[in-house]
T-cell receptor, first 115, second 113 residues
Framework: TQLLEQSPQFLSIQEGENLTVYCNSS?????LQWYRQEPGEGPVLLVT?????EVKKLKRLTFQFGDARKDSSLHITAAQPGDTGLYLC???????????????FGSGTQLTVLP | ETGVTQSPTHLIKTRGQQVTLRCSSQ?????VSWYQQALGQGPQFIFQ???????GRGNFPPRFSGLQFPNYSSELNVNALELDDSALYLC????????????FGPGTRLLVL
């Protein structure tokens, strides 16, 4: 059972279009991170949001953390082929077996932006 | 500033063998977490090391074990390899065990035949 549900799973759009990726859970997270991953490489951190209702902008990317800290969205304006990749959301939780702060990931959204 | 590095990049093993993967944390980071990412899935938390001790563990059997060294580098050991262990193994470092923002290395691709 996936604790974090991402949608859509796959998205193929034309250059210049806008898109939104959603990350939903029934659990409350202390933080929410978004990563982008290229094939065969590790995830690269895009943003961390920690406050319910928080909105962060990174150039053409807008990230929002839900008021209840259970969901998040990533909106990309005027997508470019360089935005192509796997977008992963990850919620921060305390591990039951210790004091570690673990990340629990969604299964990702594979975005393809066609020129 | 040096980022997270991992070695080797690729590895092929047969069922029943043992494997050791290595990770060097980002400069100034004292906490290392390990994740397993199967094809088409998000990473899954294996365990975390802080001050050379295991600080928390996900739902992985005891044949997955690790170490952290005084310089904060870390190893992941997997005994009695199974076919389902084939995956990308990711190491992530964070400034401190209380911080949730983690920075990932490029991963080690393990194939078990």
């Amino acid at each position: 059972t996936q604790l974090l549900e991402q949608s859509p799973q796959f998205l193929s759009i034309q250059e210049g279009e806008n898109l939104t990726v959603y990350c939903n859970s029934s659990s409350v997270f202390s933080s929410l991170q978004w990563y982008r991953q290229e094939p065969g490489e590790g995830p690269v951190l895009l943003v961390t949001v920690v406050t319910g209702g928080e909105v962060k902008k990174l150039k053409r990317l807008t990230f929002q953390f839900g008021d209840a800290r259970k969901d998040s969205s990533l909106h990309i304006t005027a997508a470019q082929p360089g935005d192509t990749g796997l977008y992963l959301c990850a919620g921060g939780l305390q591990v039951w077996s210790g004091s570690a702060r673990q990340l629990t990931f969604g299964s990702g959204t594979q975005l393809t932006v066609l020129p | 500033e040096t980022g997270v590095t991992q070695s080797p990049t690729h590895l092929i093993k047969t069922r029943g063998q043992q494997v050791t993967l290595r990770c060097s944390s980002q400069s100034g980071h004292n906490t290392v977490s390990w994740y397993q990412q199967a094809l088409g899935q998000g990473p899954q938390f294996i365990f975390q090391y802080y001050r050379e001790e295991e600080n928390g563990r996900g739902n992985f059997p005891p044949r997955f074990s690790g170490l952290q060294f005084p310089n904060y580098s870390s190893e992941l050991n997997v005994n009695a390899l199974e076919l389902d262990d084939s995956a990308l193994y990711l190491c992530a470092s964070s400034l401190d065990h209380s911080r949730e923002t983690q920075y990932f290395g490029p991963g080690t691709r393990l194939l078990v035949l």
